[in-house]
């Protein structure tokens, strides 16, 4: 299963008390204030980690809870600090925190969709690399903190703060530098298959792919690139039909977009609308994506009528890139190598 986007509980761990205590011995009857600190709450933080390609885990436990610390001891002991709790993320993970002004409203938000506000707080793209989610609490001070020359047995003492927590929003948008769009059964699954060493899965019906599939394409002197397939678009997609959202995040952060056309029309519909339909989508969904670099892969060039239609393609579209290509004959893939070496590759 596949998870992309999920809902989260998190709450950091609460601050111990301080303690308030006096030392009490044989021969020491009346000894000064000896009551410790509180140990300080654990954080919840999240780790970007290169193994985990999905929100999955978070499916079956959609909570993060850290250790509360300990409260304050005699003989100023201090209380133990609560242990982190770490959530291990992919890169590409975006964090959003769902407003509440306490943590009751926070729970309920926890079990509601409606009115939830959301701010995004961090974009998670390098390995390794960790974020806060939540702070833990600060532990309490114990009484001998308050011990002075006019106040020799002080009872004060502080408690400790409440860690923080909230319902917060995790969504995935696959890293990729070049990112497959087309339709369905443009041959998006069969060239990635081809160019990379991705095994997607390959058939003659619509959505085929029902998830992103990323393949890591190698060239030489230690040059590679990754290219994204996702799942086919349908017209409306920015208005969220179909799995329109679910689909069009992941090529947020790509560096080149690539259009795969169906060249021959072998599904009925003419490569020129096609193109024009997957530009307006991308712009209606993110204008600062439509103006991302694109070109055209003209694909399935060894149908009948392919040449014909490219010609009026080329017409239409003179200023843009288009290597044409069968990626089932596995005709053209060494230009459209040379096209992603020279504009997205990068030493390994």
Known sequence: MFIDHIRIFAKAGDGGNGHVSFRREKFVPRGGPDGGDGGHGGHVKLIVDPSTDN???YHYDPKLLAENGQHGGRYKCTGRSGKVKIGRVPPGTVVYRANAATMQEAVQMERSDEGIDLEPIADLTDNGQEFILCHGGIGGKGNTNFKSATNQTPTEFTPGTEGEGG????????????????????????????LSHAHPKVASYPFTTLQPVVGVVEFGDFRRCTVADIPGLIEGAHENRGLGHEFLRHIT?????????????????????????????????????????WMIVANKMDLEGSEELLQAFRDRFPKQTIIPISAEEETGLDELRAYLNETVAYRA
């Not at 929003?169 to 081809?194: C, Q």
């Not at 060249?263 to 600062?288: F, H, K, T, W």
């Open 55 to 57: 929100l999955r885990s």
């Open 167 to 194: 319902v917060y929003y995790l969504e995935l948008r696959r890293i990729a530098d070049a990112g497959l769009v087309g339709f369905p059964n443009a041959g998006k699954s069969t060239l990635i298959g081809k």
């Open 253 to 293: 952060r790509c560096r080149v977009l690539m259009f795969v056309i169906d060249m021959a029309g072998s599904e009925g519909r003419d490569p020129i609308s096609d193109l024009e339909i997957l530009r307006r989508e991308v712009r209606e969904y993110d204008e600062e994506l439509a103006a991302f670099p």
